[in-house]
């Protein structure tokens, strides 16, 4: 006997997937994440534009992780052209990657994530019994796109990030609004860590993981010329396609990665395994007393992960904004860019995981070539994966209905499905 466990349009999610798990005589025989959006054939776009058009187009890839896309862009950029920028351009460029990531977090945590545990359909079915924490996650969004809009021009698509630094700056003033707006979010994210800690998470998809991160030195943070992996091996992001092997597979038009033959993961929950050391503040204590809880086995902790990391992102937000007020921000230091041939990789930590660009350029300054690869695409087979580990459990158990549990585990690695489907090469039949 076949039966058919389909989850149309995965529900709370960013863009259009299913899950389908084929079970043939009470055993799983076939398990697919399956992805129909549309290509959106960005690389092909950017072939032929000028290097200073590129932020601007690869922010229109994602609207809820537009300033990962700018930020990994314009560095990519940066090392193809032999460009360093100053101190301050680096912490502009850290400050709009915690804005993403504070952004994206709350979003994922108080909106998608928490009806699942509290038993909703949705966030706003919650309001009346949990409006405190609804109105805390809609005050740390609305915090992360502050920033947003003070450093990019608009906290969607901003239009300021160009190779060389920032078309404008934010001023004094407006660092000093950001400083109280963050001030007042710290609530919004304490509470985060509070409400995710104590949840008890199922154990149905525990199993062996292989985890990936960007390697971003002496403190925690989300960028870096290396990727570190859980094997113990460290690599320059250079050598991105070794680390991510993508390939096309026919019932999905996103593409899925693998290291060594193995599916794995990138996110918060690689982050903090990998570099959760590094952390400092209260983010660090709160790591330390719920590092139990973080469960290298369980995809699902990830939602805890990002609790804490928002904690981080705040604090250092709010430490980033104190060190440019104390130097004292300036207003014109755009690096004046030639344009060169020349190849440039970079990686940066988006709020899903790794984000790589790579772009080739041409005398003149017009790409010749770009990659892109997010983070969504790198955990689709391990998505995949645990949907099987999950399905195979929960039928061992006599579980009959299998669609929330294998939601809920989708839902945890927080997947951004639109920005996942890229640029597929389609050979010419002969």
Not at 122 to 136: F, H, I, P, T
């Amino acid at each position: 006997m076949v039966k058919e466990v389909v989850v149309e349009h995965i529900a709370r999610v960013e863009g259009h997937g299913n899950i389908k798990v084929v079970i043939e005589d009470g055993k799983v025989r076939e398990v697919k994440f399956e992805i129909f959006e549309g290509p959106r054939f960005i690389e092909r776009v950017l072939v032929g534009r000028m290097y200073y058009e590129v932020p601007d187009i690869v922010a229109r890839i994602c609207s809820i992780c537009p300033d990962p896309h700018q930020i990994a862009a314009v560095e990519a950029i940066e090392k193809a052209l032999g460009v360093s920028v100053d101190w301050q351009t680096k912490m502009l460029r850290e400050l709009q990657l915690l804005a993403d990531t504070i952004t994206s977090h709350a979003l994922h945590l108080y909106l998608l994530a928490l009806p699942d545990y509290l038993g909703y359909p949705d966030a706003l079915s919650m309001l009346d019994k949990y409006g405190r924490e609804v109105k805390a996650g809609l005050e740390l969004k609305r915090a992360g796109n502050a920033i947003k809009e003070a450093l990019a021009g608009r906290s969607i698509h901003g239009c300021t990030v160009k190779p060389g630094g920032y078309a404008r700056v934010p001023t004094p003033s407006e660092l000093e609004k950001l400083h109280d707006v963050l001030k007042r979010s710290t609530e919004g994210a304490t509470l985060a860590v509070q409400l995710f800690s104590s949840l008890k998470y199922p154990d149905f998809a525990r199993d062996q993981n292989v985890f990936m991160a960007v390697d971003p030195g002496e403190m925690y943070g989300f960028m870096g010329d290396y990727i570190l992996v859980s094997d113990g091996e460290r690599h320059p992001v250079e050598e991105y396609k070794r680390l991510t092997n993508e390939i096309s597979v026919p019932h999905s038009s996103a593409k899925h990665s693998s290291y060594k033959g193995k599916p794995f993961m990138v996110g918060a929950l690689a982050r903090l395994l990998l570099n959760g050391k590094r952390l400092k503040g209260q983010a660090a204590e709160m790591l330390r007393d719920l590092e139990p809880k973080l469960d290298a086995l369980n995809p699902l902790t990830n939602n805890l992960a990002q609790a804490i990391e928002t904690v981080y992102a705040v604090e250092r937000a709010i430490e980033v904004i104190d060190e440019l007020l104390d130097k004292g921000i300036k207003q014109d230091v755009e690096v004046k860019v030639k344009p060169k041939k020349g190849v440039g990789v970079s990686a940066v930590e988006a709020p899903r995981g790794v984000l790589y660009h790579c772009y080739e350029l041409d005398d003149e300054g017009r790409v010749v070539k770009a990659d892109i690869i997010t983070p969504t695409v790198q955990n689709a087979a391990n998505i995949e994966k645990y949907i099987k580990v999950s399905a195979e459990r929960l039928l061992s158990i006599g579980e009959e209905e299998l669609e929330r549990p294998l939601e809920l585990l989708v839902r945890a690695y927080d997947p951004c499905i639109s920005c996942s489907v890229h640029l597929i090469r389609v050979a010419k039949l002969r």
